[in-house]
């Protein structure tokens, strides 16, 4: 089992999760056993590319 390095970050991520795949369309809930792997990878892959996003935006 691994250490979280920030255990705050779980329920910010949680509503970030929640908040992408709303707007993708995904239908998100408490069990997400009836979603294809598309609809997930889908979700994940957006937030990467918004954190990837925001932390290059910081760079500059």
């Known amino acids: ?3 979280k ?4 970050a779980k329920q910010g991520l949680s509503k970030f ?3 992408v795949a709303k707007e993708l369309g995904v239908p998100f809930s ?3 056993g009836d979603l294809t792997s ?3 990878g889908s979700v994940g892959g ?7 996003e925001e932390y290059e935006n910081h760079l500059k």
């Open 30 to 32: 408490d069990y997400n």
């Open 46 to 52: 957006e937030m990467v590319k918004r954190m990837v």
């Open 1 to 3: 089992m691994s250490k």
């Open 5 to 8: 390095l920030v255990p705050e």
């Open 17 to 19: 999760k929640a908040e």
């Open 38 to 40: 598309r609809e997930c």
